[in-house]
């Protein structure tokens, strides 16, 4: 039988019989080992082919690695592997990350509003089934808004492919976690769009937070709402989920964790308590409310921190960093998903409380209903400013994507006739690799990397980090 290994350098070169490059294959990467001499080792592993109705088919690939890099053992037995892979996926306008811990639990955060985080998970974990569904140990939605759980949905929608299983992935989650704001239908008078509110000394508290999701009557949803409900309410019919409403300190929803050194930090929402009464505090109109209040976690292992930001706006930014000069917490990490797509609405003290060495922006252009110029040149510059390394390193998933020019096309015709507004033809670009940021860390040594539109291409960077926090650049481990 093939001996389960991982790759233990920071990129190794997948070569053919003669020598010639398939792929670059990256720290943590699995691998079966078919056999091994003195100087290569001949493994198999997964290659991902795109198909023409954009579907991805994973196809085992066979080559060789090197057997060893210096002193460094290429391979190393999976079991003995203490990788965290932290996976920032391109879902467009809106946020969507995987985490898989080194024994295998996964946990989401967010999801996208579209097939593009279904359609990862899909390809990544091929041939799941009703009955032997991807577990999830952890779904976190940061908040409220659909760019942010409504591609969640889509995982429940796509079981019903039939006529395309390569699209097909069903899951399992175990715990669902938000922030406990619930948009209302839009009919719903702006002030009541989050649910009953109480004004307290002259501050607006939103009350009506709810736990699980599935008692909110479904006329008290607006239709992201409606949809997410659905396919919890299906998931929870397989198997009970446990839903929760986080809010700042309660890190004992992730203790399931722990047993791996793995530690996670609620920073927010933060509740208020005014005369008896307790709620999350109204930061203006709805929309500006429920992005304020996101879920922000902090991950810690080893001695690397990651800091999950949400959709949070500058009041909320603003509390955070009080609470952060005051001791009550600490926001400095390591690598920072940004907060809400690299808007211009950003706290400067905020981004210098959490000084970070790698930033990444979710974002991306999908059409002009949706284009609000993200992310803002002001952000980036900012976040190069405030970062604590003289060369901070600052992604975006939209830019990191890979697109190969295709041409003028004819717009696909159903029964002869182009969908409405795509009539005539226009020049065309294909997506050939889509913008994944990728971490992987031990907990002593850090690596970050993107692919290209090449397979021998792969932009990286590696950082060690000392007892005492500070971190250095570190000369990438090739083989």
């Not at 976190?140 to 395309?164: C, I, K, N, P, Q």
């Given at each position: ?147 942010h759980f409504a591609g969640l949905e889509e995982m429940h ?272 670009f294909r997506r050939t690799a889509y913008g994944l940021v ?17 397979a021998r291409l792969k932009e990286a960077y590696a950082y ?16």
């Amino acid at each position: 039988m093939a001996e389960a290994r991982t790759i233990d350098v920071d990129l190794a070169a997948l070569t053919r019989e003669d020598g010639t490059l398939r792929t670059v294959l990256a720290w943590g990467d699995p691998v079966s080992v078919v056999d091994e001499d003195a100087s290569r080792v001949k493994v198999e592993t997964t290659r991902y082919v795109e198909q023409g109705d954009g579907s991805i088919v994973p196809r085992p690939e066979t080559g060789f690695v090197k057997r060893r890099a210096g002193r460094r053992l290429v391979t190393v037995p999976a079991a003995g592997s203490r990788v965290l892979k932290v996976d920032f996926v391109d879902v467009q306008q809106g946020d969507g990350t995987l985490i898989e811990t080194p024994e295998g639990r996964l946990l989401t955060v967010d999801g996208g509003d579209n097939q593009l985080f279904a359609r990862y998970l899909a390809a990544r974990y091929p041939g799941t089934t009703a009955e032997a569904p991807l577990g999830i140990d952890a779904m976190v939605v940061s908040h409220g808004d659909a760019d942010h759980f409504a591609g969640l949905e889509e995982m429940h929608r796509s079981e019903a492919r039939t006529d395309e299983l390569l699209k097909r992935v069903f899951v399992q989650p175990s715990r669902v976690f938000h922030n406990g704001l619930v948009k209302r239908p839009s009919s719903v008078a702006g002030s009541k769009q989050l649910g009953p509110t109480r004004k307290v000394g002259g501050e607006t508290l939103h009350t009506g937070l709810e736990s699980d999701l599935l008692a909110v009557p479904d006329q008290e949803l607006n239709a992201p709402f409606k949809t997410w409900k659905r396919a919890l309410k299906a998931w929870n019919a397989r198997r009970p989920i446990d839903f929760r409403r986080l809010a700042q300190g309660d890190h004992d929803a992730f203790d399931f964790l722990r047993d791996e050194g793995i530690d996670v930090q609620v920073l927010a929402p933060i509740v208020t308590e005014r005369g008896g009464v307790t709620g999350l505090r109204s930061l203006g109109d709805p929309s500006h409310t429920i992005n304020g209040h996101s879920i922000v976690l902090r991950l810690a292992f080893g001695r690397w921190r990651l800091l999950l930001a949400g959709d949070l706006n500058t009041p909320a930014e603003e509390s955070l960093t009080a609470d952060h000069e005051a001791g009550r917490l600490d926001l400095r990490s390591d690598v920072f998903k940004v907060p809400h797509h690299g808007s211009a609405e950003f706290s400067a003290p905020f981004l210098a409380a959490v000084s970070p060495v790698v930033a990444v922006v979710s974002s991306g252009d999908e059409s002009a209903r949706k284009e609000y110029m993200h992310p803002r040149a002001t952000l980036m510059s900012a976040l190069g400013r405030h970062s604590r390394d003289p060369a901070p390193v600052v992604f975006v998933t939209e830019l990191v994507a890979f697109f190969e020019q295709v041409g003028w096309v004819k717009p696909r015709t159903v029964n002869g006739k182009a969908p409405k507004g795509r009539d005539r033809d226009f020049y065309a670009f294909r997506r050939t690799a889509y913008g994944l940021v990728r971490v992987r860390t031990d907990g002593e040594r850090l690596l970050v990397y993107t692919n290209s539109g090449q397979a021998r291409l792969k932009e990286a960077y590696a950082y060690t980090a000392a007892p005492s926090g500070e971190v250095a650049p570190a000369e990438l481990v090739r083989a």
